[in-house]
């Protein structure tokens, strides 16, 4: 008789392979469930590891200020595979002891970076193992699981078998020819082995529907559209164990002690565990949204939701595809010794001057390289010198020694019907009434871009509106007014006020990219936290003939520079031998 744990001996009831999708509603206060990949533990994390979590997290972020609601940020690691069971053995340790000690180098790491995850799972616990177990029984349950020989190529770093044409020939470091992964460049070797398979061609037809209806359901689009051309092919049936001879780190099939699940069914899984599967999954499926790298895209686009379909559960809301990062154009691989360790790259950059380069220059449609010249010179100029330099000019003593928000003057700042009926009386030019139609539309640009995973472009527009701000600032030189006299004072005030909203703005906006560095600028400006969120994104309420909170209210205590400048690797070198620049 077959073994089940206890729970799982009632079956979910069967559901046809090509039923739609359920729509939820995207109003106030739904549920939000946003997980990255669980990384594999066979190395430290990387730069492209730290990438993927901060995509999540400034989504998560962003999601928890735009809208109330309970919402989850799921993360951790992948812990069993034929890799780690070698890794293990060439460094003389066991699974257990490797998998340990790596998956909390990603936690740590990820605490240090800030990001807010609610939940960091791992393979290796009993939990998963449980919901592995149940995922298992439930597809069998459904006759959609079947014993077979499989033959083909099988390439250990990627844990999955490769077609004939997923395949080439190169020569290996001592020049003899050898067989690797086209797409990974990995090496790959002929197996032959029984395993269970499960029936992926049956879910063809559902998949191909599932997407014609959900346009949206992968973004951006190029990785939609790379979907829908693997679907016009043929899909074959999918292995989804190994002989338990070659692989005995991982859970054993239920009632069949020669096999173990395959590395990725497990793996997927973990989605479920975090939400509660096989008992309280409900509250929170399928308001999934996966963050992946183009690399799993396969696993997550097409074996994920065939998986989901075939146990009577909807496929993940929406599938968020990243591209990865080179170092002065070439991959990253342990092989050229060019892997980024993001540790240093805190070190040397801080925190959120990283997290802002990472997300600022990363575009998910295509892979983005990294320097570090770029970062300094890209850090240096939006957030030391653009935001910083700002916030530093309209603070100083020397400009508003009162330490207070200053008075808009509406006689000043005239509200104009599209620049045109501004009486002569008034001090703003028609650069300025761009400016507060600029910042008046910003939160809901930056919303847009968020929602549409364009976070880099939603800090292009906002760095836009930080230029725009000190343009403003520069072209009306307010150290040059004299507060002696009345009218000079009051148009003063309102330049000051007007600046000083601006980077409230700016400030609420940038709190999911960079969490530090705002809560800094927020707190100068004497904004509290409970002033903080989306619905606070009332920007110069006065221009309109509104009351402002802010306006009189003193500024919070001077903290000293807001973002400090990077130093270039030129000088630092000079400074290190003793030598002034």
């Given at each position: 008789?077959?073994?089940?744990?206890?729970?799982?001996?009632?079956?979910?009831?069967?559901?046809?392979?090509?039923?739609?999708?359920?729509?939820?509603?995207?109003?106030?206060?739904?549920?939000?469930?946003?997980?990255?990949?669980?990384?594999?533990?066979?190395?430290?994390?990387?730069?492209?590891?730290?990438?993927?979590?901060?995509?999540?997290?400034?989504?998560?972020?962003?999601?928890?200020?735009?809208?109330?609601?309970?919402?989850?940020?799921?993360?951790?690691?992948?812990?069993?595979?034929?890799?780690?069971?070698?890794?293990?053995?060439?460094?003389?340790?066991?699974?257990?002891?490797?998998?340990?000690?790596?998956?909390?180098?990603?936690?740590?790491?990820?605490?240090?970076?800030?990001?807010?995850?609610?939940?960091?799972?791992?393979?290796?616990?009993?939990?998963?193992?449980?919901?592995?177990?149940?995922?298992?029984?439930?597809?069998?349950?459904?006759?959609?699981?079947?014993?077979?020989?499989?033959?083909?190529?099988?390439?250990?770093?990627?844990?999955?078998?490769?077609?004939?044409?997923?395949?080439?020939?190169?020569?290996?470091?001592?020049?003899?020819?050898?067989?690797?992964?086209?797409?990974?460049?990995?090496?790959?070797?002929?197996?032959?082995?029984?395993?269970?398979?499960?029936?992926?061609?049956?879910?063809?037809?559902?998949?191909?529907?599932?997407?014609?209806?959900?346009?949206?359901?992968?973004?951006?689009?190029?990785?939609?559209?790379?979907?829908?051309?693997?679907?016009?092919?043929?899909?074959?049936?999918?292995?989804?164990?190994?002989?338990?001879?070659?692989?005995?780190?991982?859970?054993?099939?239920?009632?069949?002690?020669?096999?173990?699940?395959?590395?990725?069914?497990?793996?997927?899984?973990?989605?479920?565990?975090?939400?509660?599967?096989?008992?309280?999954?409900?509250?929170?499926?399928?308001?999934?949204?996966?963050?992946?790298?183009k690399d799993i895209l396969k696993f997550h686009a097409i074996y994920w939701?065939?998986?989901?379909?075939?146990?009577?559960?909807?496929?993940?809301?929406?599938?968020?595809?990243?591209?990865?990062?080179?170092?002065?154009?070439?991959?990253?691989?342990?092989?050229?010794?060019?892997?980024?360790?993001?540790?240093?790259?805190?070190?040397?950059?801080?925190?959120?001057?990283?997290?802002?380069?990472?997300?600022?220059?990363?575009?998910?449609?295509?892979?983005?390289?990294?320097?570090?010249?770029?970062?300094?010179?890209?850090?240096?100029?939006?957030?030391?010198?653009?935001?910083?330099?700002?916030?530093?000019?309209?603070?100083?003593?020397?400009?508003?020694?009162?330490?207070?928000?200053?008075?808009?003057?509406?006689?000043?700042?005239?509200?104009?019907?599209?620049?045109?009926?501004?009486?002569?009386s008034g001090r703003a030019l028609a650069e300025d009434y761009e400016l507060?139609?600029?910042?008046?539309?910003?939160?809901?640009?930056?919303?847009?871009?968020?929602?549409?995973?364009?976070?880099?472009?939603?800090?292009?527009?906002?760095?836009?509106?930080?230029?725009?701000?000190?343009?403003?600032?520069?072209?009306?030189?307010?150290?040059?007014?004299?507060?002696?006299?009345?009218?000079?004072?009051?148009?003063?005030?309102?330049?000051?006020?007007?600046?000083?909203?601006?980077?409230?703005?700016?400030?609420?906006?940038?709190?999911?990219?960079?969490?530090?560095?705002?809560?800094?600028?927020?707190?100068?400006?004497?904004?509290?936290?409970?002033?903080?969120?989306?619905?606070?994104?009332?920007?110069?309420?006065?221009?309109?003939?509104?009351?402002?909170?802010?306006?009189?209210?003193?500024?919070?205590?001077?903290?000293?520079?807001?973002?400090?400048?990077?130093?270039?690797?030129?000088?630092?070198?000079?400074?290190?031998k003793g030598l002034r620049p």
């Open positions: 008789m077959r073994w089940l744990p206890a729970r799982c001996l009632l079956r979910p009831p069967r559901r046809p392979l090509a039923a739609p999708p359920r729509r939820r509603s995207s109003g106030p206060g739904r549920r939000w469930l946003l997980t990255t990949p669980i990384f594999y533990v066979n190395g430290p994390p990387h730069i492209g590891h730290l990438y993927s979590a901060l995509l999540a997290d400034a989504l998560h972020r962003h999601r928890g200020l735009l809208r109330p609601g309970p919402g989850r940020l799921a993360t951790g690691t992948d812990e069993h595979g034929l890799k780690i069971q070698q890794a293990a053995a060439a460094a003389g340790t066991s699974p257990p002891e490797l998998c340990a000690q790596v998956s909390g180098l990603f936690r740590d790491l990820f605490c240090r970076a800030a990001v807010s995850f609610t939940d960091f799972i791992r393979t290796t616990e009993p939990r998963h193992r449980r919901a592995v177990q149940c995922f298992w029984a439930a597809l069998q349950d459904r006759g959609l699981l079947y014993k077979g020989f499989y033959e083909g190529w099988y390439c250990t770093p990627d844990e999955c078998f490769l077609t004939q044409a997923q395949i080439t020939e190169r020569p290996d470091a001592q020049g003899r020819p050898c067989k690797v992964s086209l797409e990974s460049g990995h090496q790959v070797h002929w197996t032959k082995e029984e395993n269970y398979m499960f029936k992926l061609s049956e879910f063809q037809e559902p998949l191909q529907k599932w997407l014609q209806g959900n346009r949206h359901v992968i973004s951006p689009e190029p990785f939609y559209q790379v979907v829908r051309r693997w679907l016009e092919e043929d899909l074959p049936d999918l292995s989804v164990s190994r002989e338990r001879s070659r692989l005995q780190w991982g859970i054993p099939v239920p009632g069949d002690s020669t096999q173990t699940i395959y590395v990725w069914v497990d793996a997927l899984v973990n989605y479920l565990t975090v939400a509660g599967y096989p008992d309280a999954h409900h509250a929170w499926w399928p308001t999934a949204h996966h963050v992946v790298g939701p065939a998986l989901l379909m075939a146990v009577g559960l909807d496929p993940p809301e929406q599938i968020c595809v990243h591209s990865h990062w080179t170092v002065h154009g070439q991959k990253m691989s342990k092989s050229l010794g060019n892997v980024v360790d993001p540790v240093a790259c805190f070190k040397q950059y801080t925190v959120d001057g990283f997290r802002y380069f990472l997300l600022r220059q990363g575009v998910p449609e295509r892979d983005c390289d990294y320097y570090e010249e770029k970062v300094i010179k890209l850090v240096n100029s939006e957030l030391a010198d653009a935001l910083g330099g700002l916030l530093n000019r309209c603070t100083a003593s020397s400009i508003n020694p009162s330490g207070i928000y200053p008075h808009f003057s509406e006689s000043c700042f005239r509200k104009g019907s599209d620049h045109v009926d501004v009486e002569p507060v139609a600029s910042v008046d539309h910003l939160p809901l640009q930056v919303t847009d871009y968020f929602e549409h995973f364009q976070i880099y472009k939603a800090l292009e527009s906002i760095v836009a509106c930080v230029r725009q701000t000190n343009g403003f600032f520069q072209r009306h030189a307010p150290w040059k007014l004299c507060r002696d006299n009345p009218a000079e004072k009051c148009w003063l005030d309102t330049v000051l006020h007007v600046t000083l909203e601006c980077l409230r703005i700016y400030g609420i906006l940038l709190q999911p990219v960079i969490p530090a560095t705002a809560d800094k600028l927020l707190s100068r400006l004497a904004v509290k936290p409970e002033e903080r969120t989306f619905t606070d994104l009332t920007f110069l309420p006065r221009y309109h003939g509104k009351p402002s909170p802010f306006e009189g209210r003193r500024l919070g205590p001077d903290m000293g520079t807001l973002f400090p400048r990077l130093e270039t690797p030129g000088r630092r070198q000079m400074e290190t």
